[in-house]
């Protein structure tokens, strides 16, 4: 009976530890990997994420032929303007993160860098393969930024997605009536 409960209680341990792990930035996504998962079936993206201490970790996978990006604000005031912008793309064969801010209610948004402020994004990986990304990526919760938008967990937000048919990120996203952008309301952390 002791040896059962021993060994019950090694296995719930080893669960548990695996269920704590904080998820692996290499560009692959494995079942289990984050502690969230949200399907948006208009797009066809899966976004992942788990909140660990003062980072996000987050991966996504997206159908896109160019550049896939992703973003959050608090609130919808003026289209995408105040959101805080996170883009990938190919160039030069490899995978490229930008952050950025969108100061517009249209248009690319600026390089956080180009604003006096950094690139949040601490690690990431990504690939693009058959017209589809997996990207991984850690960033903190609060960067201190006037350029990013801090993420507080368990408070809602709007998060946005959007997509391009080239890699230049300078290139915008297809309307989004044509599904080349989204909104989620109510996206929480």
């Known amino acids: 009976m002791i040896k059962r409960i021993l060994t019950f209680t090694a296995a719930l341990a080893m669960f548990g530890a695996v269920a704590l792990a904080q998820p692996v930035v290499d560009g692959v996504i494995n079942d289990g990997e984050y502690a969230n998962v949200v399907e948006h079936a208009d797009s066809g993206s899966v976004f992942y994420w788990t909140v660990d201490g003062d980072n996000l970790h987050m991966g996504f996978t997206m159908p896109a032929r160019g ?14 303007a105040g959101f805080d912008v996170l883009m990938f793309a190919i160039v030069d064969g490899a995978a490229v993160a930008y952050d950025g801010f969108q100061e517009s209610a249209r248009g690319e948004p600026v390089l956080d860098e180009d604003e006096g402020g950094s690139n949040s994004i601490v690690e990431f990986a990504a690939v693009h393969e058959g017209d589809v990304w997996t990207v991984e990526f850690v960033r903190p919760l609060a960067t201190g930024q006037e350029t990013d938008v801090d993420i507080v967990p368990g408070t809602p937000m709007v998060f946005m997605l959007g997509h391009g048919n080239v ?20 996206f929480t952390f």
């Open 67 to 80: 550049w896939a990006g992703i973003g959050w604000g608090t609130e919808i005031t003026n289209r995408k």
């Open 167 to 186: 890699m230049d990120i300078g290139r915008a996203h297809d309307r989004s009536s044509r599904g080349g952008a989204f909104y989620i309301e109510d």
